[in-house]
């Protein structure tokens, strides 16, 4: 993609030899569901908490106020400061269990990080399936979000690691996949647990969460380690054969080598977290910062985990407002699957622009319509059919530019950027804004659609705009550059090239202060 910023892929890149072998296929789609656990429960948070049966039994403050008992504005009627701490709960976790991952990551191997999520989640779901009272809820969503925490942690690295370079976009796509997916199954069982006789299906949405984690917990247990792990931790034998394994040839000595180069660098890091400050890792911080932090700012979340209350806000009927929740939910499926096909033709930055540029009108236009009908008092009447189809297909829309772009590329560019020096402590870091700013927007998004009402969505809208020009002025495309070879992307920058242009760099591999030259 030309532009500011943007640089050309070919020149003096390398080219390592290897195929996508049916072995790599297979390993990185087993590895991405991971990113199950992590969308079952957006989609499912939001579903149970449009549930009468559930509300009047945690939350009958909430179940009053919707049924007009105690409000008619509709842009109140969830305002409800435990509601929001049982759906905020999970994300704080996970912001506190990716640190403690990035140290099991780098010692101990992808793996392992992944094991500990599924097991986290697995105990987190039985709770919630079986809670009596509002305490049990948030001690099973804290679970559930210490094995996010894991999970969003060594999912991304371990795709980034095993994909051959030339497709490791798509593949690690699969990670943004399964995420859609896992929001889409959440969607369809809210709709028919809902219709369970005696109000207990909302047991079966939080209980179904086991699911996802029994598939993560198993795959972690029977997936191959990756070669940049496995020389991290000293077995280069057996890292040089499992290489040769993935990428389906025997001739895997360049890549192999400067893999070993990168790892002897990375060993004279005493302290990745500190080494993270250093001058010359400035544009990779500013990276791990920003993406996630705008990600969540494009109001995504709100959409999804809030989608149903936010269409029962908006006046469509309990059913009506899951079955909504159910069609974006197939459009962040389908649109998703254009990424996968686009990201390694097209480049990450096309997509990104594009994406954000949809984005920004769609959230002018649900703005304008909210605006119109409901307008400052939240008490819009009885609403046109044609009037909620509009606002469904402008949301559809808006979730089909993020489904292939900030969705997907949120993860996939974080996790490519970083030297194997830095990357678990990077990586952390990157999870950790993401959580942070996932439990910010969800700890006060009622409250500002209580009181922000319809200009909620030009307040995200305008994050969007800032965020297009970020990535227009300071990305780097990165598709085609092989992972350990990505340091050239930054000397290559008009702007982050002056951080990082006397910092040397030995076959592509950015070398640590005191490395030498290991090829």
């Known amino acids: 993609m030309p532009g500011v910023g943007g640089i050309g892929v070919g020149s003096g890149s390398k080219e390592y030899p290897g195929n996508l072998t049916p072995f790599v296929t297979i390993t990185c789609i087993v590895a991405a569901m991971g990113g199950l656990i992590f969308g079952y429960d957006i989609g499912i948070s939001g579903g149970v908490t449009s549930m009468d049966p559930f509300l009047k039994k945690f939350f009958p403050s909430v179940y009053r106020k919707k049924k007009g008992e105690e409000t008619t504005n509709k842009y109140c009627q969830y305002d409800s400061e435990t509601l929001t701490i049982f759906t905020s709960s999970l994300y704080l976790a996970a912001l506190l269990s990716s640190v403690v991952a990035s140290t099991v990551t780098r010692k101990f191997g992808r793996k392992l990080s992944m094991l500990f999520g599924g097991l986290l989640f697995l105990v987190g779901a039985l709770i919630n399936g079986f809670a009596q009272r509002i305490w049990m809820l948030i001690v099973g969503r804290i679970l559930l979000g210490f094995g996010i925490g894991f999970a969003n942690q060594s999912v991304p690295l371990y795709l980034s690691e095993m994909a051959p370079y030339k497709y490791r976009g798509a593949l690690n796509i699969g990670f943004q996949m399964s995420i859609t997916s896992g929001i889409l199954v959440a969607n369809i069982l809210n709709y028919f647990f809902a219709k369970i006789k005696g109000g207990w299906g909302w047991r079966l949405s939080l209980g179904g969460a086991m699911v996802p984690a029994l598939i993560i917990t198993i795959g972690s247990l029977v997936l191959p380690d990756t070669p940049n792990s496995m020389i991290e931790r000293g077995d280069r034998d057996a890292a040089k054969a499992q290489l040769q394994r993935v990428r389906g040839v025997d001739d895997v000595d360049e890549e192999f080598n400067d893999l ?9 890091v005493e302290n990745p977290w500190r080494n993270l400050l250093q001058r010359k890792y400035r544009p990779h911080l500013t990276m791990a910062i920003l993406i996630p932090f705008f990600q969540q700012f494009t ?7 809030y989608a149903p209350v936010l269409f029962s806000s908006i006046g469509f009927k309990d059913n009506a407002s899951l079955m909504s929740a159910v069609i974006t939910g197939v459009v962040n499926v389908v649109a998703t699957t254009v990424s996968v096909y686009g990201v390694d033709k097209w480049g990450r930055r096309a997509l990104f622009l594009e994406g954000g540029a949809q984005m920004l009108i769609c959230q002018a236009v649900v703005a304008a319509a909210i605006g119109a009908k409901f307008g400052i008092d939240g ?23 993020f489904a292939w772009s900030w969705g997907p590329l949120g993860w996939l560019v974080p ?19 993401n959580m942070l700013f996932t439990f910010l927007v969800a700890q006060v998004f009622l409250i ?42 930054w000397k290559e920058h008009p702007y982050w090239s002056r951080f990082v242009e006397h910092e040397e760099y030995g076959n592509g591999v950015e070398m640590g202060k005191g490395a030498t030259k290991n090829v």
């Open 415 to 433: 996790s490519e950027i970083f030297p194997l020096e830095i990357r678990s402590a990077a990586q952390s870091v990157n999870v950790s804004v």
């Open 379 to 401: 008490n819009p009447g009885d609403l046109p059919k044609w009037y909620a189809v509009v606002v469904v297909l402008f949301i559809c829309i808006y979730v089909a530019g």
């Open 260 to 268: 070993v180069a990168a790892s002897e660098a990375s060993m004279l």
């Open 448 to 489: 500002m659609l209580c009181h922000m009402k319809f200009g909620l969505f030009i307040f995200f809208g305008f994050f969007v705009f800032v965020m297009t020009l970020f990535i227009y002025f300071f990305l780097p495309e990165t598709k085609g550059i092989p992972i350990e070879e990505m340091g050239r992307v």
């Open 299 to 305: 109001g995504i979340n709100v959409i999804m985990f």
